[in-house]
């Protein structure tokens, strides 16, 4: 069953612009509490969730079967730093993530992997926030 967003959650979801047909990457999506509430807003979209537990993204599945079975959600157990799109998969607008151990900066070079992949998936102007601001801060990771 679905559960109710934290408050930081919804306060991190409500500062993203998120828009119609938006594109979005939740970096360390842990249960996907975050991924379905983006996904209600952005019709015609479509969110990926990734996290390198395997057991969280089961946990994910599981609680947001109505969701992926309408095609705007999905998941994968993955680590950002070994991020690929998928043969045919679209670049992303968006990319987000609250709490991830590869982008907050104690693990220097899991980082410049991270952003690496980030970058190779984000569209040419695509944004990635995450948390550490109020809430959310944009991380420049244009280097193009």
């Not at 410049?112 to 809430?135: F, T, W």
Request: hydrophobic content about 40%; glycine content about 10%; charged content about 30%.
């Amino acid at each position: 069953m679905a559960s109710k967003l934290s408050q930081r959650l919804q306060e991190i979801v409500d500062a993203m612009p998120l828009k119609e047909g938006m594109r979005v990457l939740e970096i360390g999506c842990g249960s996907g509490a975050a991924a379905r509430e983006v996904s209600k807003r952005v019709p015609g979209g479509r969110i990926l969730g990734i996290d390198r537990s395997s057991k969280a993204i089961g946990q994910a599945i599981e609680s947001s079967k109505a969701e992926i079975a309408s095609g705007i959600l999905s998941f994968r157990a993955e680590s950002i730093e070994n991020f690929e799109l998928q043969e045919g998969e679209e670049q992303f607008d968006i990319a987000f993530a609250v709490r991830v151990g590869a982008l907050d900066g104690r693990h220097p070079e899991i980082e410049r992997q991270a952003i690496e992949k980030i970058r190779k998936a984000l569209k040419r102007n695509g944004k990635l926030y995450i948390d550490g601001g109020d809430p959310l801060k944009l991380l420049d990771i244009t280097d193009r």
